[in-house]
């Protein structure tokens, strides 16, 4: 059985890992359309200096898949202990916001106090990502920071979401708050509190690792191919790249995005088009950025909800370890956005002075000239966007290509928000059941 998988990101690299092992499958090809592997968990390059898109780390409850991918790092990997905060009105807020509430303004903090414990909402059922939000934490801490800044990260409004970001987050406790209120800071999350990243090399690591693996008999990776034509005929597909290549398949999966898989996919239904095209996500421009100084200290992440400052996170990349440090500070910005909006028009100077103005805001730099952009990039799928369509969207267009015998996986390939873990975990499951259509 000859199989191929279209799209050589974490998804196809990892499933063509499992696959190999299969005895009735006798070749795999993967065709990706960049001249490298990778897809979002690719690293980028830009004056000596190496960096991802988005701060991918490695944690995880699913102890065989981080396991799993900590192997095939071997021994270039760091331990580190998460240290995020959340630049509130000027004050460093420990992430969780909810775990760090007496670094607030007075009257803010009597506010999040005040709401949480005599909450008018909490009995209600929480339909959308803003009513959850109210349930669980009261209008303080959400009209403080959690609607703020999800209205900024995903460039749309929570109540127009579902719960399928949110529903497993947990609700703290009345002791948990006035704890927080009075002062004792209280690690949050703790699965993420230590994590692992590249030694060296950046995220793109892991899949390199994986690539590594593939058994070169067997296993065929083909860059600059992108698939433009994917068509079923008598129990096969055939599969057309813009260079021109042909292949045959008789197993077919796809993780290229599947509103695009729907648009190159022959005698698809005029329905499910439809559907294809009301699936929504988010755009992402990475900055990548140099500080004369260091003025962030032994920090990570910060998450800025504050809508006057064009980025919703800036990471410093100095902290991941020795291999991405250099003089003063680096750190990889994040501004998401869609087509069509106020950000995709920026040009790349107005971006430039956007950032710049942010970075001193924040107070990461003491003038915008100590403030060097390295590189700057837009990536068009960052994010996918769980709106209140997506389920009953996405349920029509997986029972078609389920139809069609055609597989679909990965981020954007299945339209969900799967982290590494969760990706690498479904090309394992995928690869025990997967069929041939007949």
């Known amino acids: 059985m000859n199989a191929v998988i279209m799209g050589g990101g ?84 420990q992430y969780p916001f909810e775990n760090d509430l007496s670094k ?8 999040c106090i005040e709401s949480f414990l005599h909450n008018p909402y909490e009995h209600y059922e929480a339909t959308n990502m803003l009513q959850f939000f109210l349930k669980t934490f009261g209008e303080g801490i959400t009209n403080c920071y959690l609607r703020p800044y999800n209205e900024k990260i995903w460039k749309y409004d929570p109540s127009f979401m579902n719960t399928s970001m949110v529903d497993r987050i947990p609700k703290p406790g009345e002791d948990d708050i006035m704890r927080s209120a009075n002062g004792e800071t209280v690690d949050g999350y703790l699965h993420q509190l230590y994590f692992r990243y590249p030694a060296e090399g950046g ?27 994917v068509k079923r005929e008598g129990g096969k597909y055939q599969i057309l790249s813009a260079n021109g290549e042909e292949y045959s398949a008789d197993l077919a999966i796809s993780t290229i995005p599947v509103n695009e898989l729907a648009g190159i996919y022959h005698g698809v239904k005029s329905d499910i088009k439809g559907l294809a095209g009301k699936l929504r996500y988010n755009s992402i421009i990475i900055a990548f950025i140099k500080t004369r100084e260091d003025l962030c200290g032994d920090n990570f992440a910060f998450m800025i909800p504050d809508k006057e400052i064009i980025f919703h996170r800036i990471s410093k990349m100095d902290f991941l370890g020795s291999a991405y440090k250099r003089d003063g500070a680096t750190y990889m910005v994040e501004i998401t956005y869609r087509e069509k909006d106020q950000v995709d028009s920026m040009s790349e ?28 990039t837009r990536h068009k799928y960052a994010y996918v966007i769980y709106d209140l369509e997506h389920t009953p969207t996405m349920e029509g267009i997986r029972k078609y290509f389920k139809g069609e015998g055609l597989v679909l996986h990965g981020r954007f390939g299945n339209f969900e928000y799967w982290n590494m873990d969760r990706v690498v975990r479904e090309s394992k499951e995928l690869s025990e059941k997967v069929m041939p259509a007949m």
């Open 10 to 93: 974490l998804a196809g690299i990892s499933l063509a890992y499992f696959l190999q092992d299969r005895e009735d499958i006798t070749h795999i090809t993967i065709l990706e359309k960049d001249d490298e592997i990778g897809g979002l968990c690719r690293s980028l390059r830009a004056d000596g200096y190496i960096y991802d898109i988005g701060p991918h780390i490695l944690f995880s409850k699913d102890k065989e898949m981080l396991n799993l991918m900590l192997d095939v790092l071997g021994d270039n990997k760091n331990e580190l202990r998460r240290s995020n905060q959340i630049i509130y009105k000027g004050r460093w807020v």
């Open 104 to 111: 607030l303004p007075e009257k803010d903090l009597k506010y």
């Open 203 to 229: 995220i793109e690591s892991v899949i390199k690792g994986f690539a590594r693996r593939l058994d070169p008999s067997k296993c065929c990776i083909h860059t600059k191919s992108e698939v433009v034509s």
């Open 349 to 376: 100077e107005d971006l430039f002075i956007a950032i710049k103005a942010g970075v001193r805001a924040i107070g990461f730099a003491k003038s915008e000239s100590d403030i060097e952009i390295i590189n700057l």
